[in-house]
């Protein structure tokens, strides 16, 4: 694999070469996004969206069309998405807005064992199987692994509640 910053732990063997589970992906994101221009999170893809511009959407694959009969714009949904392009082998990671050194389960990084993303977004429009979305911050053409709806009853998590 690529070099590692100092601190960094790789996995003496390949995730993606475990056996397991198939995944299908459902559809594709669409972004103007590309290596060496994302942004590192859906506050930093609306951002960059409100001052350059552009769209984002999801492309769903028409065999799963039905599935969006009740979704419509201002619903927020969580979307699953499949870093096909991060690396796998990092367990530790060093990153350049932490102090140290982290382990991939403390971390959003696309960087991880299995490079499953998520982005709670708000749906713009639905036009057939194109779903428009308010940001994304991943790369075009990214696999689209599911679509959940969030639900604020259930999502919210609950104040911490002092102990004793």
């Not at 552009?54 to 870093?83: K, N, S, T």
């Not at 392009?85 to 367990?91: A, F, H, K, N, P």
């Not at 057939?128 to 696999?143: K, L, Q, V």
Request: glycine share 10%; hydrophobic share 35%.
């Amino acid at each position: 694999m690529t070099n590692k910053r100092d601190g960094e732990i790789a996995l003496p063997f390949d995730p993606a070469a475990e056996s397991g589970p198939s995944v299908a992906f459902i559809g594709k994101i669409r972004s103007p996004w590309s290596p060496g221009n994302a942004p590192g999170n859906v506050k930093g893809a609306r951002a960059r969206l409100a001052e350059e511009g552009g769209a984002c959407f999801i492309e769903l694959d028409p065999r799963y069309a039905d599935g969006l009969l009740g979704l419509e714009p201002g619903r927020q949904i969580i979307v699953l998405y499949w870093m096909d392009q991060g690396r796998r082998d990092l367990i530790v990671q060093t990153p350049r807005h932490t102090d140290g050194p982290r382990g991939v389960f403390s971390l959003r990084s696309p960087v991880r064992p299995n490079p499953i993303a998520m982005s709670t977004v708000e749906i713009t429009s639905v036009d057939g199987t194109r779903i428009g979305i308010d940001a994304i911050d991943c790369f075009d053409g990214t696999p689209v692994v599911d679509i959940k709806p969030w639900i604020a009853t259930v999502d919210q998590p609950v104040a911490q509640q002092p102990k004793g």
